[in-house]
């Protein structure tokens, strides 16, 4: 029998007519006997309602008590989904993510899939049900919620679909795939049929929120190929999308040039100078205790650096504060209101070429990075906030442009 995991985003679920129209989708499907997972996100902006609310009533930002709240978010477009299904005469089930089997290891709000036991879910598509399965969360060691951080879904989606072993991964969003840059900054993006894992786990991890970068890995390690397409976008004679970007696994020789540029905002960058190896340490402890992510992280003879992503920073005025008064951090300088814009492709450093290509076009819009950073398949740039749109632009054309 044919298994399939389909996933939806907020934007796809922003309203209960939308909730209707998706499980209109998957309504079909079960229909034709198909055995499906829908891994669902929360309705729209509710994420960022709950942290709101969450701001309201409190100063204390107890990640634990928070993932506690925004969990509710995807718990209530499950239940949704399923009454809906059933009110189109589809039998559905809906599951928390400790119901469907889903362990998580890591801190909160940014957790990591350990395992999935599916076995709860098989028995009800032996029941002839369809698994409504509460996305971005799953059961800690201690008996807790824990979620898995923005693009949560994406991760449980397709580690679901490799759990079941599932025939397709779709991932259904307000988008038809990839492109090569955001067409909302810029316009000249192109959509990009097919790429390989490696690929996209790097646009991803630039910023790229298409699909989550844990995502991307899961389903490169167990060979998935994801399928990332629009909600209600349009279809062919036979039902199939007109686009979509199919993620898979390239055979050899197939490689890519340069596909895309990413821009990632919301970004602080700290730099210690100085700092004495047992401060260091206790630095690191801090930002442990404190379960601050880092990302980008450098350490050198000219001192450490780092950066870290705002999106998984509940309060950032605290966890600044910490850095630029603790002695741990003596001589650390914080930089806000960054942004990283990357070039993803092959072979970037083979050769200076890419990079002088990367200087040229920041300095042909007047912007000069204040740190470059590369690695085989990207260029890194990391510039100010209010410069990043421009950026993007400028290394589009640049890169994109033959």
């Not at 009454?83 to 089930?93: C, I």
Request: hydrophobic share 45%; charged share 25%; glycine share 12%.
């Amino acid at each position: 029998m044919t298994t399939k995991v389909m996933k939806f985003g907020g934007s796809s679920l922003a309203t209960c007519e939308r909730i209707r129209a998706a499980a209109g989708l998957v309504a079909e499907e079960a229909r034709k006997g198909v055995s499906i997972a829908v891994v669902v996100s929360a309705m729209g902006k509710t994420t960022e309602g709950l942290l709101g609310l969450a701001g309201e009533v409190s100063c204390t930002s107890d990640r634990r008590e928070l993932d506690q709240l925004l969990a509710s978010g995807e718990q209530q477009s499950a239940a949704l989904f399923s009454l809906a299904l059933k009110d189109m005469g589809v039998a559905a089930r809906s599951y928390t993510g400790a119901q469907a089997g889903i362990r998580v290891k890591g801190m909160s709000m940014d957790g990591r899939i350990s395992s999935i036991d599916p076995s709860g879910i098989i028995e009800g598509f032996g029941r002839g049900e369809s698994a409504i399965v509460a996305g971005f969360q799953g059961l800690g060691d201690r008996g807790e919620i824990l979620t898995l951080g923005r693009g949560g879904s994406d991760l449980t989606a397709v580690a679901l679909a490799a759990a079941l072993k599932a025939d397709d991964c779709l991932i259904f969003t307000d988008v038809d795939g990839v492109y090569s840059a955001d067409p909302r900054v810029v316009p000249e993006a192109r959509h990009i049929p097919e790429m390989d894992h490696e690929m996209l786990q790097e646009m991803a991890e630039s910023g790229a929120k298409v699909l989550n970068a844990q995502a991307v890995e899961w389903a490169r390690r167990a060979g998935i190929a994801v399928y990332a397409r629009a909600s209600f976008g349009p279809v062919d004679a036979h039902g199939e999308p007109e686009r979509q970007t199919v993620i898979r696994k390239f055979a050899p020789g197939e490689g890519s040039r340069v596909r895309a540029v990413v821009g990632e905002g919301q970004a602080a960058f700290v730099r210690m100078h100085g700092t004495r190896p047992a401060d260091m340490r206790r630095a690191w402890e801090l930002l442990r205790e404190q379960q601050i992510p880092m990302r980008e992280l450098s350490i050198g003879e000219r001192g450490t650096a780092f950066g870290v992503p705002l999106a998984n920073v509940p309060d950032w005025t605290r966890a600044r504060t910490l850095m630029e008064t603790d002695p741990a951090f003596h001589g650390s300088h914080v930089d806000t209101d960054m942004a990283v814009l990357s070039v993803v492709g092959a072979g970037l450093t083979d050769t200076p070429e890419p990079l002088i290509r990367m200087m040229d076009a920041l300095a042909g819009a007047g912007i000069e990075p204040v740190e470059v950073r590369g690695s085989p398949l990207r260029l890194r740039a990391i510039v100010a906030q209010d410069r990043a749109a421009d950026g993007q632009r400028a290394l589009h054309a640049r890169f994109t442009s033959d």
